[in-house]
C-alpha cells in the first residue's frame, strides 16, 4: 500500500510560480512510476506530467511542457511538482498519483492517488 499527501496549492497571479509538494509513504517506490494530474471544474482529470520514482522517463503533457518539472527528493520521500509562467488555464485540483505499471499514462491505469490540492491562477 502506498500513501500519499500532497500540499502546497493556493492562489497565484498569472505569469507566477507555484511549487507542490506530495509526501509518500509505502512498500517497494522503487518500482512505481509517478506522475501529477490535475481536473479542473467540469473537466475530466487529465495528466500534467510524470517520471519513474527511480531514474528517468520524464514526461510531459504538451500543456505544460517547459513551464512544469517534476522532482523528488528520495531523503524525504517527496515528490514535487515546479510550476512556472502559470496561465488562468492552469487553475485546478491537482492530484499526486502512482503506478505498478511502468507504461500507465491515463489516470485510469494509477493505483494511487492523494487527496488533491487546489490551485487556483488569477487573470
Known amino acids: 500500500q502506498v500513501h500519499m499527501v500532497e500540499s502546497g496549492g493556493g492562489l497565484v497571479q498569472a505569469g507566477g510560480s507555484l511549487n507542490l509538494s506530495c509526501v509518500i509513504s509505502?512498500?517497494?517506490?522503487?518500482?512505481?512510476?509517478m506522475a501529477w494530474f490535475r481536473q479542473g471544474v467540469g473537466k475530466e482529470r487529465e495528466f500534467a506530467v510524470g517520471a519513474a520514482w527511480v531514474g528517468g522517463n520524464n514526461r510531459a503533457a504538451d500543456s505544460v511542457k517547459g513551464r512544469f518539472t517534476i522532482s523528488r527528493d528520495y531523503v524525504k520521500s517527496t515528490l514535487y511538482l515546479h510550476m512556472n509562467g502559470l496561465r488562468p488555464e492552469d487553475t485546478a485540483v491537482y492530484y499526486c498519483?502512482?503506478?505498478?505499471?511502468?507504461?500507465?499514462?491515463?489516470?485510469?491505469?494509477?493505483?494511487?492517488w492523494g487527496q488533491g490540492t487546489q490551485v487556483t491562477v488569477s487573470s
Open positions: 509505502g512498500r517497494a517506490l522503487s518500482a512505481l512510476t
Open positions: 498519483a502512482a503506478a505498478r505499471d511502468w507504461e500507465a499514462s491515463g489516470a485510469g491505469e494509477y493505483d494511487y
